[in-house]
């Protein structure tokens, strides 16, 4: 089997989801992973997929020719690695730290909330990444349902097994004075969907 990420980007219109995976069973490629979302008006999908050892990348954006051309899509297909699955096994292999796999690393889900300001992404991201953190996902949203626009953010992330918790509630603390904005912190308990 090959592994292959696909990713599509244009104007969003009801019918593009059925349309490319309509074209991904008849090539017998198997959807693994995948991420959907409508960013002001525009479809963004990215999908990771397992394909017969027959079918590569190149083949995938062939078929997917005609649904592009008729949705007015951007569709890019890459091989991708298999032994390099998760990104605590990509830590490893570039020696950024201990055996992570032996360690149980924690998952959180941070909401942001505030009045919008250029920076809100960058100053939260930031602070997470200068501790370890690795961002699972990151969704958001601006709001100007009021005479102030509200930026909304909310962010799943993996930290590391030997941040503790109060260090990660301080540190998000104090970016949360820095950028006048609300930030909360919720372990997941639970890793089902």
């Not at 490319?20 to 002001?40: N, P």
């Not at 601006?142 to 626009?149: D, G, Q």
Request: glycine share 6%; aromatic share 4%; proline share 5%.
């Amino acid at each position: 089997m090959n592994s292959i990420s696909l990713s599509v980007i244009g104007p969003d219109r009801p019918g593009i989801v059925a349309s490319i995976t309509g074209v991904l069973s008849q090539l017998d490629c198997s959807i693994q992973d995948s991420e959907m979302a409508i960013l002001r008006g525009h479809f963004a999908m990215m999908l990771i997929l397992t394909s017969p050892t027959d079918v590569y990348p190149q083949q995938v954006e062939i078929a997917l020719a005609e649904v592009a051309t008729e949705f007015c899509l951007t569709i890019i297909a890459r091989p991708l690695d298999d032994e390099l699955q998760t990104s605590s096994e990509i830590a490893n292999v570039h020696g950024s730290g201990p055996n992570v796999n032996q360690l149980q690393d924690s998952e959180w889900t941070i909401n942001v909330y505030g009045t919008d300001k250029i920076g809100i992404v960058h100053g939260v991201t930031s602070c997470l990444a200068q501790m370890g953190i690795n961002i699972i996902s990151l969704r958001t949203q601006l709001s100007s349902a009021t005479s102030k626009p509200i930026y909304a953010m909310v962010i799943q992330i993996r930290a590391p097994h030997s941040l503790g918790e109060s260090t990660l509630r301080q540190a998000l603390d104090q970016v949360s004075m820095e950028l006048d904005v609300k930030i909360s912190a919720i372990p997941i308990e639970d890793e089902t969907f």
